[in-house]
């Protein structure tokens, strides 16, 4: 038997391929592009609590800010809001704030963070924003989509999600804060569909007029507020009290609500009353005289009035004690005399604590009145900037 010649082209050798090496630089490279997009959702939401458009109306952290001098708020602080929880690397939040190109300043230990320079407050805020309802129940990502949905339509300052002023559940319906007039008005007149679901959708001042005439209030004495004018985070340029503005019967129109069937009882007085109120809106005087059924309260917060409020509160089906009472918003003869009973209040807060030498004691709060007069609420004689 012969063997068969093997043709060299017979010879197929083995293709020797290169195995695909990571190098180094590959996950370095990846880590950078995910760490990179974590600083800019951290940055802009971090921003976005001290905002022209937020800080004003936020109250709470319009506290954080007022309790330092130089207007920091503690990083570990606003790591631990809602929005913030899921950022766990203290250091990387620290880093992205640290990049902020003009608002944000990161003291150099790097626990604290402060506006640059001060609020300036925004216009057209109240005309700039648009109601929209129909989003069923909430879900952890809903304001995360809700702000991406708006956003197809123009460029969005905020989106509140409107809650229960008692159970704080999500009512399905929010408010939108578009940075021009002509963004909101278009989007006010379109028909819009958010996950196959048509929505309601007019502007807020449309919303607030229809709640007004549902609830038998008048919408004329519905009115857009500035917001707080002067908000400055740095305390030493306040304005000295020469120039602190005298409160006069006009600046309380639309600005006090009445709150009638009331009662109270042991856990149901004063306190109980300022407690339920400071959840809603930043009070004022408080007028409930003993034996009475009627509690008169100032509103102070800037963006809302007596209209808006009380519309708010019956929406809400505020109780106290128990108790539903009718809420309205005051008369005008009703302010001149509730304007009077404070200003009564005053002097007499005045020349008792001119004859005890001082501001000892527990002068400028108002007490319970003896209950025949009046109370001070959160609103003690004191230079404000807001």
């Known amino acids: 038997m012969t063997?068969?010649?093997v043709q060299v082209e017979d010879i197929v050798a083995p293709v020797e391929t290169t195995p695909a090496v990571e190098t180094p630089e590959t996950p370095a490279v990846e880590a950078k592009a995910d760490n990179s997009a974590l600083k800019a959702q951290i940055l802009k939401q971090v921003e976005f609590y001290f905002s022209d458009s937020n800080l004003p109306s936020d109250k709470f952290m319009s506290e954080l800010v007022s309790k330092n001098k130089e207007g920091y708020v503690s990083i570990a602080k606003i790591s631990s809001f809602k929005r913030m929880r899921e950022f766990t690397d203290k250091d990387l939040i620290v880093e992205a704030l640290r990049e902020s190109p003009e608002l944000l300043q990161v003291s150099e230990d790097g626990l604290?963070?402060?506006r640059k320079s001060a609020v300036v407050p925004t216009k057209d805020h109240f005309q700039r924003s648009i109601y929209a309802k129909g989003f069923g129940e909430e879900t952890p990502s809903l304001q995360l989509e809700l702000e991406e949905y708006f956003g197809q339509f123009g460029d969005?300052?905020?989106?509140?999600?409107?809650?229960?002023?008692?159970?704080s559940a999500f009512k399905g319906s929010?408010?939108?804060?578009?940075?021009?007039?002509?963004e909101a008005n278009k989007v006010a007149s379109s028909k819009l569909q958010y996950k196959d679901q048509d929505l309601?959708?007019?502007?807020?001042?449309?919303?607030?007029e229809m709640k007004a005439k549902e609830l038998g209030l008048d919408p004329s004495e519905i009115r857009a507020r500035p917001q707080n004018k002067g908000f400055n985070n740095n305390k030493k340029e306040k304005r000295p009290r020469e120039e602190?503005?005298?409160?006069?019967?006009?600046?309380?129109?639309?600005?006090?609500?009445?709150?009638?069937?009331?009662?109270?009882?042991e856990g149901a007085g004063l306190k109980e009353i300022k407690d339920a109120m400071k959840e809603h809106f930043r009070y004022g005087y408080v007028k409930w005289p003993r034996e009475s059924d009627v509690a008169e309260i100032q509103i102070k917060s800037d963006d809302k009035d007596a209209a808006m409020i009380a519309a708010d509160l019956q929406e809400s089906g505020f109780t106290f004690n128990g108790t539903k009472p009718e809420i309205s918003a005051a008369s005008d003869e009703q302010v001149q005399a509730f304007f009077d009973d404070k200003k009564n209040w005053e002097a007499n807060m005045s020349s008792r604590e001119s004859s005890r030498g001082g501001r000892g004691g527990r002068g400028g709060r108002g007490g319970r009145g003896g209950r025949g007069r009046g109370r001070g609420g959160n609103d003690r004689k004191k230079i404000r900037t807001d």
Do not use: H
């Open 3 to 5: 063997d068969t010649p």
């Open 156 to 167: 969005i300052k905020q989106v509140r999600m409107r809650r229960n002023n008692e159970t």
């Open 112 to 114: 604290t963070v402060r």
């Open 174 to 182: 929010v408010f939108v804060e578009y940075s021009t007039l002509d």
């Open 244 to 265: 602190e503005k005298v409160e006069t019967v006009d600046d309380m129109k639309n600005k006090v609500i009445r709150l009638t069937g009331l009662t109270s009882g």
């Open 200 to 208: 309601l959708v007019m502007s807020k001042q449309a919303y607030c």
